[in-house]
């Protein structure tokens, strides 16, 4: 089994680094998972193909979520149970919005106004609806395998979150 190569730092608070499967990436995000604090909105950027609902399944998995994680690109959002008391995953996917007002429409701001956890896949479709703060977690093809992972932080306690997740992962 290969190890996740090690992490390149390209600002204090980013983290690059690249997977080379799609059960690294999964243990990626069941790592990152575990370490999600509630009310956590997570960006999940990167063009078809890129892992981002493989992503989204290890995150469920970290949080304890016995359901089944699938791409809500046709239903919009997916929501999920986890093993924290009064958590719920929110999976949003907003491949399929054409124009702002569509976004408006499905209540987006609602899903992170608590402290349920939501995954924006095509978040740039609703940039003038995100929160200020938030983790945009970014994945580039690189070939079959192979996918390079960005972590930006956006806030102090996202930042804190990298912070962490890059010690308990690369030590």
Not at 10 to 37: K, N, V
Not at 48 to 68: E, V, Y
Request: charged share 25%.
């Amino acid at each position: 089994m290969k190890t996740i190569s090690a992490p390149v730092l390209t600002s204090p608070h980013e983290l690059d680094f690249i997977s080379h499967s799609a059960a690294q990436t999964l243990r990626i995000g069941q790592r990152l998972g575990e370490q999600l604090h509630p009310g956590a909105v997570l960006l999940l950027l990167g063009d078809l193909g890129a892992g981002k609902t493989q992503l989204a399944r290890g995150i469920a998995q970290g949080l304890g979520s016995p359901d089944m994680v699938t791409s809500p690109s046709f239903v919009l959002i997916n929501e999920y149970r986890t093993s924290k008391r009064g958590v719920r995953i929110y999976h949003v996917d907003l491949y399929r919005l054409d124009e702002a007002a569509e976004v408006q429409s499905i209540g987006l701001e609602e899903l992170w106004s608590g402290r349920d956890i939501c995954l924006i896949e095509w978040a740039r479709r609703a940039e003038a609806y995100l929160p200020r703060e938030y983790l945009a977690v970014e994945l580039r093809y690189l070939d079959e395998t192979k996918r390079r992972m960005r972590f930006t932080p956006r806030g102090t306690q996202y930042e804190q979150l990298v912070e962490s997740f890059k010690t308990t992962t690369f030590g």
